[in-house]
């Protein structure tokens, strides 16, 4: 007897304007209009312990958007490497991180970035940044 094997679902691709604070699993295709290394920790050496925390540490803040604006995407570790201006990415299960009221787009173990395999030239909406919104945390009384 063959064995049914659960239809994988098409991703639905979110447009950075849509972009809610609290929000995740968001697939976006966005291009990087800059990145700027903000920490880069090197592993190993120094009398730190080793094992997971001795790894290499980079996180870069990358500007990324679409045709309907942009928001600071947080890099991490490997994904720097992927985040080069003028690159096409796809954002799979991203999520919305608040840092000082403000949103940032980031993709954890759980998510994946990938370099777009088509070359899709996409003009990106520069005068729409989300992440310079900020946002206040208001607390709601049952």
Known sequence: M???TPALRKPVFTKVNELRPGTNGHSLNVKVVSTKMVMQRGGGGGGR???PQARQ???AECLVGDETGIIIFTAR???VDL???GKVVTLRNAKIDMYKGSMRLAVDRWGRVEVAEEPTDMTVKEDNNLSLI???LVNVEA
């Open 77 to 79: 570790n490997d994904q």
């Open 83 to 85: 985040m080069k201006e």
């Open 2 to 4: 063959a064995e049914a």
């Open 57 to 59: 540490m980079r996180i």
């Open 49 to 51: 312990p080793s094992g």
């Open 134 to 136: 900020e946002y206040e």
